[in-house]
């Protein structure tokens, strides 16, 4: 059974960092993409950013990239997220996902097995 578990959310205020993490069970987390989404109050999940399994093809969401860096540890079984210049608009609650379509595809999203319980991020102004 997989496990998918992320940590790291919280209160920071704009322009601050955070760095969000992922471990992964139950799974042959070398071989999977991995990926993360937010969903912020009363709007769709979206797509953030999705790592290949070799960490060869990286994709990010527009509004993110530069700022945004996914990245990941298959020792450790974990993907990271680290969030700099974070603005009020992040605030969102941020799942991470096992298997995400690459490139990023709304239609054909993962399971809800492969889904974690989601980190909440609140950035102040």
């Known amino acids: 059974q997989v496990q998918v578990a992320e940590s790291g959310g919280g209160l920071v205020q704009a322009g601050g960092s955070l760095r969000l993490s992922c471990e992964v069970s139950g799974r042959t987390f070398n071989r999977d993409d991995m990926g993360w989404y937010r969903q912020a109050p009363g709007k769709k999940r979206e797509f953030v950013a999705a790592?290949?399994?070799?960490?060869?093809?990286?994709n990010y969401h527009g509004n993110v990239k530069g700022r945004f860096t996914i990245s990941r540890d298959n020792a450790k079984n974990t993907v990271y997220l680290q969030m700099n210049k974070l603005n009020p608009e992040v605030t969102a609650v941020f799942f991470c996902v096992v298997a995400p379509p690459l490139p990023p595809d709304s239609t054909c999203l993962p399971s809800d097995e492969l889904w974690g319980q989601g980190t909440t991020v609140t950035v102040s102004s």
């Open positions: 790592m290949s399994w070799s960490g060869s093809l990286i």
